[in-house]
């Protein structure tokens, strides 16, 4: 079956601009997840999404980073005024959302470069 | 607050050889583990997980316990494999939290033929 997918797969812009990202999870799945990736890094949270509760934004690192979801489908990751330091691996992953032990299962990542 | 601490990389060993890579966690409740790989080129997968103590995950000849009395979810293999280069990350998961997880920095291992 489709696995979580994201778009664009590279994405290079100008220092300031903006940017969004695209994340199509698993059908089904009620629980959507962002992660920031650095090279040679851990993942770092970013932002949770559960069916229609409210959004978990606690891993956000500044008021430039939004994200969207409706409902149980699609999210975007918006960054506004982009910086060099936001460049990185932005990974989106879905999960069932209905126990801790669930599986995440992540898309390929978009490849965020800021000049 | 719950964490995660995972061995720092790169671990650089010998095809066939046995591999470790330690994992060890601070959680306040009942958490479930979980090892992820990321290979080359490709997308983060689970690899293995585990939901409650003495619990062993297992998974392409990878295995790991859930030892709640060191608090470690350490991550072995017999015989590793030019194709088990990849990078690996820990990670936690707690009863009654909004399901994140929280994650190791991960562990980069390479394997010489």
């Known amino acids: 079956g489709a696995g979580v997918s994201q778009s664009p797969s590279n994405k290079v812009t100008e220092k300031g601009k903006d940017v969004e990202l695209r994340c199509d999870p698993i059908s089904g799945h009620t629980a959507l997840y962002w992660y920031r990736q650095r090279l040679g890094q851990g993942l770092e949270f970013l932002i949770y999404f559960q069916g229609n509760s409210a959004p978990d934004k606690s891993g956000l690192p500044s008021d430039r980073f939004s994200a969207e979801r409706t409902g149980e489908s699609v999210s975007t990751l918006t960054i506004q005024r982009t910086q060099q330091e936001d460049s990185a691996v932005y990974l989106c992953?879905?999960?069932?959302?209905?126990?801790?032990?669930?599986?995440?299962?992540f898309g390929p990542g978009t490849r965020l470069t800021v000049l | 607050g719950n964490s995660v601490t995972q061995m720092e990389g790169p671990v650089t060993l010998s095809e066939e050889a046995f591999l470790t890579i330690n994992c060890t966690y601070t959680?306040?409740?009942?958490?479930?583990l979980f090892w992820y790989v990321q290979y080359p080129g490709e997308g983060l997968q689970l690899l293995l997980k585990a939901t409650k103590a003495d619990d062993k995950g297992s998974n392409k000849g990878f295995e790991a316990t859930y030892r709640k009395e060191t608090t470690s979810f350490h991550l072995e293999k017999g015989s590793v494999q030019v194709s088990d280069s990849a990078v690996y990350f820990c990670?936690?998961?707690?009863?009654?939290?909004?399901?994140?997880?929280?994650w190791g920095a991960g562990t980069k291992l390479i394997i010489k033929p």
């Open positions: 959680a306040t409740g009942y958490p479930s």
């Open positions: 992953a879905s999960s069932k959302g209905q126990d801790h032990a669930d599986t995440q299962y």
């Open positions: 990670a936690l998961g707690e009863r009654g939290s909004n399901y994140q997880l929280i």
